[in-house]
């Protein structure tokens, strides 16, 4: 696990902790849920912008079939990958 930066003032010291970070340039989230939901977005979205990485991926290993969910930072520009 890779601490990040706080994201926003007050923030608890070392609370945001990506699963992977893969070649230094995308952040890879793993969960074994029966619904991935709006919190667990909302995380990957505060690891992106605390991170200034452009592209995460939040996987789900619980359901059925495996199901990977793309979320963009747009703050980032595209040739930031």
Do not use: C, W
Not at 36 to 41: A, F, L, M, Q, T
């Amino acid at each position: 696990m890779k601490s990040l930066e706080q994201s926003f003032a007050g923030e608890t010291k070392g609370r945001n902790r990506v699963d992977f970070l893969t070649d230094g340039k995308i952040i890879l989230e793993i969960k074994a849920k029966r619904i991935v939901g709006r919190e667990d977005y909302f995380q990957m979205k505060r690891y992106l912008i605390s991170s200034n990485k452009k592209l995460g991926n939040l996987v789900n290993f619980q359901q059925k079939y495996i199901a990977a969910k793309r979320i963009l930072n747009a703050d980032v520009p595209l040739n930031h990958l």
